[in-house]
């Protein structure tokens, strides 16, 4: 089955505390991101990957880091969390870049919710 | 001003009825469209997607582009209760999927 997963799916951790996130694909796919999804805001992309060791900051990147040594892997690192980055987390992954024929587009995994305290 | 605009809603309507979801934007170099839908406690599923300006249609789902008005519609017929979840709209504008999205419009159908 073609899925996107995510672990934690739940993390309730303190400030100052590193953690990561990790998403894995199953499906090949070059492209990788990172949004995270708040009341009001809608989802707002963090960092995103066009293929292994290649990154890029979306529009949210400050506080963040990611890493992408191997395809089918893109860690999210929070190095030093804060109240502010409690949030619903996502990330997601596609085959290619969009395209007027293109039937398909991203595919998102099941989220990781986020409690700084 | 944000780039997409979509009014969060609730929305609230009875099983059969006909839906209509909006979204405008600014950026005028979107060129690709698309519609999510996200269950509550899942991650957000590609409903339809649609390059530039026009229609399409997949069963009960119709997606439309106005790109002089700057205002894309997505067109639930005959909805069930299993249509209840948060529409998002999203854009891109160079094909690069740097998704712009809106803020999710909450639907329930009621049975």
């Known amino acids: 089955e073609a899925q996107v997963t995510q672990n934690p799916r739940y993390l309730i951790t303190v400030t100052g505390k590193k953690l990561t996130v990790t998403c894995s694909q199953n499906m090949n796919h070059e492209y990788m991101s990172w949004y995270r999804q708040d009341p009001g805001l809608g989802l707002r992309q963090i960092y995103y990957s066009m293929n292994v060791e290649v990154t890029d900051k979306g529009d949210v990147p400050e506080g963040y880091k990611v890493s992408r040594k191997e395809k089918r892997n893109f860690p999210l690192i929070l190095e030093s969390p804060s109240p502010n980055q409690t949030s619903l987390y996502f990330c997601a992954s596609s085959l290619q870049r969009l395209a007027p024929s293109l039937t398909d587009t991203q595919y998102f995994g099941p989220g990781t919710r986020l409690t700084v305290l | 001003q944000k780039e997409v605009e979509q009014d969060p809603g609730p929305l609230s309507v009875p099983e059969g009825a006909i839906v209509s979801l909006n979204c405008t934007y600014s950026n005028s170099a979107f060129q690709y469209f698309m519609w999510y839908r996200q269950y509550s406690r899942k991650g957000p599923e590609l409903l339809m997607y649609t390059y530039s300006s026009g229609n399409k249609e997949d069963g009960r789902f119709t997606a439309q582009v106005d790109k002089s008005s700057k205002y894309i519609s997505l067109f639930i017929r005959d909805s069930q209760p299993s249509d209840s979840a948060t529409y998002l709209c999203?854009?891109?504008?160079?094909?690069?999927?740097?998704?712009?999205f809106g803020t999710g419009t909450r639907l329930t159908v009621i049975p």
């Open positions: 999203a854009m891109d504008q160079t094909g690069a999927n740097n998704l712009f």
